[in-house]
Each structure stands twice: as structure tokens, then as C-alpha cells.
């Protein structure tokens, strides 16, 4: 390949695919980029450039999509949800989630109704994906 061409859209979506699957897992960047068969600095721009977040940060947002799906579907603890997404420290959890989603992990599940109905995981996927102001920042606009 070429020392400038970017590298396959399909090795990056490998890598992304593997965190979705895998998100539970002890995954680091170093394994990501071993999925997509580049090196790790490379591979974290080309993500970026890709998918609009470093890939820490959208294995991160992978966890806490799956945290938040947990406290409104089951009844385990914090430190169980935590657990049980890959995270360690329920300090950081709590910290974290509460950055992204504006309550604790405990206020969100009060505040949000339980699901009744499976939601299909296409929309899910499509909206309930919480936006942090660095993907504001890197967001293309609409097509019109």
C-alpha cells in the first residue's frame, strides 16, 4: 500500500465491529488496531478520521450505551452493570456516565421508565447513541 493512502474502510470496520461484539472484554487500542492490521497510531487516526472519535472513546461510548440499556432492563447494581460492560472502577463508571447521560447511574434508572417493549436494536443504534461535543464538532451536516 501506498505510504499515504488511508487505510480500507473494512479493516477500520473490523475493528469497530470487533468493539461492538467485544465491548465487554478487556479490549485495548492495541488489540483494535491489530484487527484492522495497523499500527496503533495509525490505526487511532484513521478511526478518527473515519468515525468521528478516537477508538477509546467509542469503545467507551459502546460500554455506557449498554450500561444505560441495563439499568433500564434489569435490576443488578451499579456495580454489577459496571462489571458486566468491561468497566472496573465503579468510581469512574458512575463519573463517567454521568458526564455523558446528565444523571447517575442510579438517578437515570429513576428517571427512565423501564422497557416494556424491545426496541429494535436498528433505532437504538440510530438514536440512542449520546453525542458528546467532540462528535458535535466532527459531525458532518445533514444531506439535504
Known amino acids: 500500500m501506498p505510504r499515504n493512502t488511508p487505510p480500507p474502510v473494512r479493516d ?11 465491548y465487554a472484554d478487556p479490549l485495548t487500542v492495541e488489540d483494535l488496531a491489530a484487527a484492522a492490521h495497523l499500527s496503533r497510531a ?10 468521528g472519535e478516537t477508538p477509546h472513546a467509542y469503545l467507551l461510548t459502546r ?13 443488578w447494581t451499579v456495580a454489577e ?10 468510581g469512574s463508571f ?3 456516565f454521568t ?4 444523571a447517575s447511574p442510579t438517578a437515570y434508572r429513576r428517571r ?14 440510530a438514536y440512542g ?3 458528546t461535543a467532540r462528535m458535535e464538532k466532527t459531525a458532518s451536516p445533514e444531506p439535504i
Not at 477500520?12 to 461484539?21: E, G, I, P, Y
Not at 452493570?81 to 465503579?90: F, I, M, N
Not at 458526564?99 to 446528565?102: C, D, K, L, R, T
Open 12 to 22: 477500520l470496520a473490523r475493528a469497530r465491529d470487533l468493539a461492538d461484539t467485544r
Open 42 to 51: 495509525h490505526f487511532s487516526r484513521a478511526f478518527r478520521r473515519a468515525f
Open 63 to 75: 460500554r455506557l450505551e449498554r450500561a444505560a440499556h441495563l439499568l433500564r432492563s434489569t435490576d
Open 81 to 90: 452493570v459496571c462489571v458486566s460492560v468491561g468497566l472496573s472502577s465503579v
Open 94 to 96: 458512575t463519573t463517567t
Open 99 to 102: 458526564a455523558v447521560y446528565g
Open 112 to 125: 427512565t421508565p423501564a422497557v416494556s417493549r424491545p426496541v429494535p436494536g436498528c433505532v437504538l443504534r
Open 129 to 131: 447513541r449520546p453525542v
